[in-house]
């Protein structure tokens, strides 16, 4: 049986509505632009087959950014999980975290170091997993990641002086 507190949910990460609406819509103009050119002003075919393919994959990242900023991120005592239930890091996982100006991190977000690695994943906008790094941010505001990253770093330290 799981203690109730280790389901508490600590903090949470949400896409700002104003972000949302400024990515989704220029990834959509961009790859309906693109296709536009590709059709009304049709450069060589290899050309234009290539502008139509990046204006169709231009439309599924934005889609794909849509429907993953709908989802919120969750930090309990356990685990870093989004709002469809997908796990994204366990907090016994964490060995680090990367908040600096100059860390490779996603826009105000932060960056995890994890022990093992774990799946590459990828929700635009969002967070991303690859190996033993997790990138957490994007189209989130400063504030909530910020916090995050802090309950986080403080559950580290607790776990070093143990």
Known sequence: MQDDSDTDVLATVKA???RRFLGIGLLSVLGVLVIYVAIASPPSFGWQIFLVALGITALLVADAMRRSTAHVLEL???ELRDSGGVVIADVAEITGIDRGAFAFKPSNGFLLRLKNAGPRNWRP???WRVGRRVGVGGMTPGRQ??????????MLAEREAD
């Open 145 to 154: 990641t910020k916090y995050m990253a802090e309950i986080i770093a403080v």
């Open 76 to 78: 309990t005592r356990t």
């Open 16 to 18: 700002s509505a104003g």
């Open 125 to 127: 906008g969002l967070w």
